[in-house]
C-alpha cells in the first residue's frame, strides 16, 4: 500500500515537473482550476495554456464560467482546487501583476474621478513613477479617442466612453498579458474596430491579449486561437488559422439558374443548397472558387456575387458547445 | 506606498462626495451654537445674585463641557461608521474593487489604505470638533477640564474602533447588513453603559455585569466613561452621577482591550478582506 503511494506520488513529481517546464514558453499555464461557490460549480475543470504572445479568444455561452476564470488568474477569486502560473509566478502572485492588465467586464470605477485623475490613480497602483505617467497618459488618451474628453469626470462619461477609458487603464503598464472581459460590449460600431486595432497592435508589439468574448466575429478577427468553455469546463482548443484553412461554405447569388446547373456544382460540393436566386455551397478550400464562377458563367448563369463565408466560428460553437447552453 | 495612494483616493472621494463639507459646515454650526449656549449660561451663572464660588462654577463649566463632548463623541462615532460602513462591501458590489486589487498590490494595502484615510479625516474631525469644544469653552470662561489630551485620545481610540468594526463588518457583509451590524453593536454598547451606570448608582451588581459583559462585546461605550472620568472635576466624580459622566469607572485594563479590540478589528477587516472572493 504504502509502495503504491509513493508510486503515485513520484508519478505527481513527474506530471509537475512537466508542469513547469512547460510554462517557459507560456503565458497562463493552469491545471486542473476549480471553483465552486456552494453548491454551484463555476468552473468545474480548467485545464489550459496559453503562449507568449497570442490572441488567445476564450469563448462559450453566459454563465461558462469565463469571467470566474479570468478572476481565478487575476487572484480576485481563490480556487477551490488545482493550481496554474500567470507569468510564470502561482496564481494570486500580486508581484506577476506588474506585467498585466486587466479590463473587467462591467467596468465600474470610480466615477467622481476624471479621466487624467483615474488613470493616475491607476498608474500610481502600478508603482509607475509621475513622470512615466505625464507621459503615457495623454498617448492612452489618444490611442483610445478621449483626448478630447481628460478633464471629465467618469460619471458624465457614456458606456462605450467608459469602455475605452477603462481598456486605457489596462494598458498603463505596457503589460506583457492583458485580460480583456467582453471588451466591446458597450461599444458602437467605430469602437469595436477601435479596440480590434489595438488588439492588433498590441499582438504586433508581443503582448498576450486574452479575450473573453462571446462576439464570435470578433474573435475570429482578432484571435489566433479559441478555447471554448462549457460549464466551467474547456471542451476544445482550436487554432483559428485551421479552422480558416479548412471548409467553407460559398454563397452565391446569380439568375437564371436551373436545376441542371445546381446538379452540375455537385462535383465541387457535396452540399449545394438552392433557393431561388441564392446558392449556398460548402467547398473544401476557397481555391475552387475561380472553377465554380467559370462553370456558372458559361453556362448563362449571370453572377452578381459569390461571398465565401469561411465556417465561421458561431458554426464551429455551437457545434463545439451545443445549443442548450447560454441559459 | 500603496497604502498612501489609498488612503488619498479615500480622502479625495468623501471630498468629491461632499462629506468633507457637510461635516465642517455642520460642525461649525454645532461650534457656534455650543459656543453661545455656553457664553450666556456661563454669564448668567457667574452674575448670579447667589454669587456662587469659583468650585461651583467650574462644577457647572465641567458638567456643559462634559455634555458638549459628549455630543462630539457621539458625532464622531457616527462619522465613524457612516463614512466607513459602505467603502468595502459598496466597492465589492459595484465591482469598482477588481481594478484596485487586479493591480500589483496586496489585498491588506487597499483595507490599511482606506483605514488610514478615515482615521485621518476622524483625526481631523476630532481636532475641530473636540478641540472647538476645549477651546470655547477655554476662550469664554477661562476653564480647562482635567486630563483633556487623554480624554480626546481615548475618544479617537473610540472612533478609530468603530472604524475597525465596520470595515471588517464591510468586508464580509452588504452595506445595508453591515449597517445594521455595526448600529447593533453600538447599540449594545450604549444601553450596557447605561445599565452599568444605573447598576452602580444603585449598587446592584447584576446590573454592574451586565454593562461590564456588554463592554467586553464592544468597549466603546467604556471607552468614552473613562475618557469623561478622566475629564471630570473632582466634585462630580464624589457626587457620583451625571448623565455625561462616569459612576463606574472603567478600569484601565478595559481601556488596553478597548485599544487591543481596535487593533485587532483592522486585522480581522484585513484578515476578512484576504480571503474573500471579489
Known sequence: MARITFHAFLCLQLIDYYYLSMSESAAIITQGLKKEFGDKVAVADLTLKVDKGEVFGFLGPNGAGKTTAVKMLLGLIYPTSGKGEVLGSPLGDHRARNRVGFMPEHFRFHDWLTAVEFLNLHGNLYHMPGERLDERIPELLELVGLQAHAEKKLRAFSKGMLQRIGLAQALLNDPELVFLDEPTSGLDPVGRRLVRDIIRELSNGGTTVFLNSHLLSEVEITCDRVAFIRQGEVLTTSSLKSLVEGELTVEVRARNLNQDIVSGLERWSQNVRADGDHLSLTLSGEAVIPEINQYLVENGVDVYAIRPKQLSLEDLFIQVVGTEGGL | ?278
Open chain 2, 1 to 278: 506606498m500603496t497604502t498612501l495612494v489609498i488612503a488619498r483616493l479615500t480622502f479625495r472621494e468623501a471630498g468629491r462626495r461632499k462629506i468633507l463639507l457637510a461635516a465642517l459646515v455642520l460642525g461649525l454650526i454645532y461650534l457656534a451654537i455650543y459656543g453661545v449656549g455656553f457664553y450666556y449660561v456661563d454669564q448668567e451663572t457667574t452674575r448670579s445674585q447667589f454669587g456662587p464660588g469659583l468650585l461651583e462654577l467650574n462644577q457647572i463649566r465641567n458638567f456643559l463641557f462634559m455634555a458638549g463632548l459628549y455630543v462630539v463623541n457621539f458625532l464622531t462615532a457616527m462619522m465613524a461608521v457612516l463614512t466607513s460602513v459602505d467603502t468595502l462591501s459598496g466597492e465589492i458590489a459595484s465591482g469598482t474593487i477588481q481594478t484596485l486589487v487586479s493591480k500589483p498590490v496586496q489585498r491588506w494595502e487597499i483595507v490599511f489604505g482606506k483605514w488610514l484615510g478615515f482615521a485621518g479625516m476622524l483625526t481631523l474631525y476630532l481636532l475641530l470638533m473636540a478641540g472647538g469644544t476645549v477651546g470655547l469653552v477655554y476662550i469664554i470662561s477661562g476653564y480647562l477640564a482635567p486630563n483633556v489630551l487623554r480624554g480626546l485620545g481615548l475618544l479617537w481610540v473610540n472612533a478609530v474602533l468603530l472604524l475597525g468594526v465596520s470595515l471588517a463588518g464591510g468586508a464580509i457583509l452588504s452595506t445595508l447588513a453591515n449597517g445594521v451590524l455595526v448600529f447593533g453593536l453600538f447599540g449594545i454598547a450604549f444601553i450596557g453603559g447605561w445599565i452599568e451606570q444605573i447598576g452602580s448608582f444603585i449598587q446592584n451588581q447584576t446590573a454592574v455585569n451586565v454593562g461590564i459583559i456588554s463592554s467586553l462585546i464592544i468597549p466603546s461605550e467604556a471607552l468614552w466613561k473613562r475618557a469623561a472620568f478622566e475629564m471630570q472635576s473632582p466634585l462630580v466624580a464624589a457626587l457620583g452621577f451625571s448623565p455625561f459622566t462616569a459612576a463606574s469607572m472603567p478600569s484601565l485594563l478595559m481601556v488596553l482591550y478597548g485599544m487591543v479590540y481596535a487593533l485587532l478589528a483592522l486585522l480581522l477587516a484585513i484578515g476578512l478582506f484576504n480571503r474573500r472572493d471579489l
